[in-house]
């Protein structure tokens, strides 16, 4: 996670320590840093969530620095004891380096207990992705409520690590809508009809699809989908979409395809 | 401390109170001491299903705004000592099933019984909501019809996203699909969904399936539930769900079109 896309850090000490003129440089550079969102100041609360979460993947966040998202409670009165949260969080292996989107008072506590302030951009809302068709009412569930999600530290796009993906071990179910922002999306269980999966890269179902896919929807026209088994009620890519009324063609159908765009035309092809 | 079993569908007239009323019975038969609560305010089915409609004084919701205390709300069910039932109002507004309010009502029936179940009215409103929101297990009853498999589909992403075990991150709720009103003719005729297909799309473990039967109806309007009538089909396969749910295991039945023999034709049974 803590993929720093610049080499600079290692002059931080110029090869001649002994030069007393030049024994520090200071550099700006740019990293790209998980952040963590919190939505409770419950601190048993989001470490029970925490543990759940890092179970998924637990190789993937040992030691990645944190930022600590506080938009979500910035108005809760409670004060949220920021000593024992990095605690927590180091129990977890997680390295928590700073804070943002708080209010004075949680950065002055915060700031006493060791973590830096982050000012640099508000967190914005991630590029909107639209679903291009919305016959269905609103979800009422929405499954992207994960606690951690990632997003720049600073400003700059091309930071975005080379295997940013998302995946969902479990079913995702009629109302329930999944997106994977920035990255690719990977299902290793059906995705029902009346659900949505949303990707800006490419999306893999290993399992049936029934619902509707929709990738590269921040318009990457080199995205794909591929699944298991075919029987969706729409596909799209980068906009390009197919209603699929009274399921697929006989031809595709339970197959293995992938969906993909050639030109302007949407192509569904079987896998072999 | 109880279990709370929440028996939900999404879809409206599936089966729940049916369901509800036939394994609280078959709970308490086996010794359990066991609370039925009716979750549908304005409706109040249950009372009548467990024929009991005549001696509701207080409500769900007269216990939850504290007009009346849980041991006069529960009525005691006139075939089982050891089973309680809670019924619904009649007229309330839904808003009235707060989260805090059935909370405290079930903290309250947890010390004393040991099954409590929730029957959920349809739809994924307030009273749906609440009945699933505390759950530790879940029935999830579905005809078996295209329409009855989406909405338990929906109701599934709902008790893994929005129940307390999901919102506290503690173990996910225990799931159990019951298909109900299976007629395995029409079935057989392709006008039915099989009994794979629903799981198929599902994918949660099957725990029953109780066939269509005439006799249901009967029970219902007699105030007795269906499990007690045990030469029937739909009697004897709820029977078989509470005993695979306390762990024994079952073949599945009552699958196949009923081929009438000659002696039954003869005497029209
Ligand atoms: N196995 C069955 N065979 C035949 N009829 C059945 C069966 N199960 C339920 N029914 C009938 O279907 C109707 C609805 O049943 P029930 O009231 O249990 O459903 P419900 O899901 O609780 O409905 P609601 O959503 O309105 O609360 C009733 O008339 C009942 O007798
Ligand atoms: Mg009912």
């Known amino acids: ?272 | 401390m109880a279990t709370i079993i929440v028996v939900t569908s999404g879809k409206g007239g599936v089966g729940k109170t049916t369901t509800s009323a036939s394994v609280s019975t078959g709970l308490a038969k086996r010794g359990f001491k066991t609370a039925v609560i009716d979750f549908d305010v304005g409706l109040r089915n249950l009372d009548l299903v467990m024929g009991c409609e005549r001696r509701v004084v207080y409500d769900f919701v007269n216990v939850i705004q504290n007009e009346a205390l849980l041991k006069q709300a529960l009525i005691r069910d006139k075939h089982c000592d050891n089973l309680f039932i809670l019924p619904a109002s009649q007229t309330r507004d839904k808003e009235a099933l707060s989260k805090e309010g059935v909370g405290r009502v079930l903290d309250e029936l947890r010390d004393s019984f040991d099954y409590i179940v929730c029957d959920s009215p349809a739809g994924i409103e307030q009273g749906a909501l609440m009945a699933l929101y505390f759950a530790d297990e879940a029935f999830i009853v579905t005809n078996p019809e295209v329409s009855s498999v989406r909405d338990s589909d929906r109701i599934l992403g709902i008790l893994q996203a929005r129940s307390k075990r999901a919102e506290t991150g503690s173990t996910p709720i225990k799931e159990h699909l019951l298909v109900t009103r299976y007629s395995p003719r029409r079935v057989e005729a392709g006008e039915m969904l099989s009994l794979k297909d629903v799981q198929d799309l599902l994918g949660i473990p099957l725990i029953g399936v109780i066939p269509e039967s005439e006799v249901v109806l009967q029970a219902s309007n007699s105030g007795v539930p269906v499990i007690h009538f045990d030469q029937s089909p739909s009697g004897q396969a709820y029977d078989d769900v509470v005993a695979r749910f306390l762990g024994e295991s079952r073949p599945m039945r009552f699958l196949e079109p009923e081929r009438k023999n000659f002696l039954r034709r003869l005497f029209g049974t």
Not at chain 1, 22 to 28: D, F, K, Q, V
Not at chain 1, 37 to 46: F, G, T
Not at chain 1, 75 to 82: E, S
Not at chain 1, 107 to 127: I, Q
């Open chain 1, 1 to 272: 996670m803590p993929r720093s896309d610049t080499k600079d850090t290692q002059d931080l000490f110029p090869a001649e320590p002994h030069a007393h003129e030049s024994a520090i440089e200071l550099r700006g550079s740019v990293f790209t840093l998980s952040v963590l969102r919190i939505h409770s100041n419950e601190l048993d609360v989001i470490e029970s969530q925490l543990v759940k979460r890092l179970s998924k993947s637990p190789q993937f966040f040992v030691n990645a620095p944190i930022v600590v998202d506080l938009e979500s409670v910035r108005d809760i009165p409670a004060a949220l004891d920021f000593h024992r949260f990095v605690v927590l969080l180091r129990a977890r292996h997680l390295f928590p380096v700073g804070v943002q989107n708080g209010s004075a008072l949680q950065y002055e506590a915060a700031m006493a207990a060791g973590l830096a302030v982050l000012k640099g951009r508000a967190m914005k809302e991630p590029p909107a992705i639209t679903p291009l068709i919305s016959s269905q009412p609103d979800p009422i569930v929405s499954a992207d409520t994960e606690a951690v999600s990632q997003t720049q530290a600073a400003p700059d796009d091309r930071a975005t690590p080379a295997s940013n993906t998302k995946i969902v071990q479990q079913a995702i179910r009629s109302g329930q809508r999944v997106m994977a922002r920035n990255s690719d999306l990977i299902v290793l269980a059906a995705v029902n009809a009346g659900a949505e999966i949303i990707a800006e890269g490419n999306i893999h179902v290993y399992a049936p699809l029934r619902g509707r896919a929709l990738a590269g929807v921040s318009g990457d026209t080199q995205a794909r989908i591929f699944c298991h088994q075919f029987e969706a009620e729409l596909v799209a890519i980068a906009g390009n979409y197919r209603v699929f009324d009274d399921g697929p063609p006989k031809e595709l159908r339970g197959k293995a395809v992938q969906v993909f765009l050639d030109g302007e035309q949407l192509i569904v092809a079987p896998l072999d």
